[in-house]
């Protein structure tokens, strides 16, 4: 008598491109999956499907997205039943393109659709997996397995952006804002709670600019903070990327009075020259920057300053450039992500002359990079000698609340918080031993 053929559970691995709302869509795109039956996968090779969630916000990144999807042709070929998602901010963006050169790609799915997501898998899978019908739905969504939460989870509270930054490909590929109802969001905080996570980083791109009704009223940033600080269990809060405009004192008061929200603000500045962020379009001067970094660290003691920062922006001269370094002398972020330019088609700058040659770019991003690490330096030697309080994230590494990374020897558990005496540092990381 034959055999029933051995029902395998199918297996997705998620490569998430760019920024923390890409992995945050990877995450959320990979539920229906897990819904269908599909576990985690480590690595392509064990994988039946694969999802690509992929960023456009810089030439490179798209490149990036490019390559990988390229170099799944043999996997692919390997297996003509394994399923290639391909989603995100370059799927949206170039998704003809995509679907054009890689004709092996099932589904492209770019950053506008993905909460038509679970249908769009739904008719994908129906159509390759007609044979495997009966083994699938012997999965039923609830008997999907529960993953466990990542110490560290990301949540997201609004998609898009009403900005029109001159540089920037975002508000094209994600639209315009969308927020999340307060009570969705509180679930799933409570939901990643239970599932293990100690810290939620709440995502947007302009994260501070969330507004919503919630019981007749109107809630703004600041009152999601202050509701999310009574979750049960949580024990930091974090958020990413607010837009300077947006930081008031509602917001700062918050952040001073809910125990979870961390002392740490990650507030792009772009450039500190008042005619280039002008032609930015980012709808403040260096001046008023500086006072929302002052009514920051007034409201916060002990607030980290993080910063995002663009070189070689059209026009800009060695005077422009010069006056970034010098307000970031100033305002000391203990950190900074630092770009070239990349101008992207479709955004207002990119019709403008890419002026600003490689070299020079290449040689304002070193100097940049230099002060930057000099200043990381400085705010990571002060606390030699000084007990910190770290949430352990892997075995040995953790981080701060400011946000600051931490390794030490012998063995925490992940979820752990623990006191670190502080003895040293690395060029961006604390080493210390456990109190
Ligand atoms: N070129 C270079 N950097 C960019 N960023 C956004 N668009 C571009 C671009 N076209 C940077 C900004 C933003 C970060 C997420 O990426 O600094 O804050
Ligand atoms: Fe892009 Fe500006 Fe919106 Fe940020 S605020 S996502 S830089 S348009």
Redesign the pocket.
Known sequence: MDQPAEIRPMKLHTIALGCQMSEADAEEMSAPLASRGFSRAESPDEADAILISTCTVRQHAEDRAISLIGSLKPWKAADPNRVLIVSGCAAERAGDSIRRKFPYVDLVVGAKSIARFPELVREALDARFDALREQRESFAPEAAPTEASPVSAYLTIMRG?N???SY?I??SVRGRELYRPVEDILNEARAKVAAGAKEIMLLG??VNSYESEHDGGKVGFGDLLRLMDQTPGLERLRFMSP?PYYVDERMLSAMAECRAVCEHLHL?LQSASARVLKLMRRNYTPAAYLDKVRAARSAVPGIVISTDIIVGFPTETEDDFQETLDFLKEVRPAWAYCFKYSPREGTRSASWPDDVSREVKEDRLGRLNRLMDELTSKALNAHIGRTVEVLCEEPGFGRTRQGFNAKWAGVTRPGEAVSLAVTGATKRTLLGEIA
Request: proline content about 18%.
């Open positions: 952006c900005y029109s930054c920037c975002v508000p791109q302009t837009h792009p």
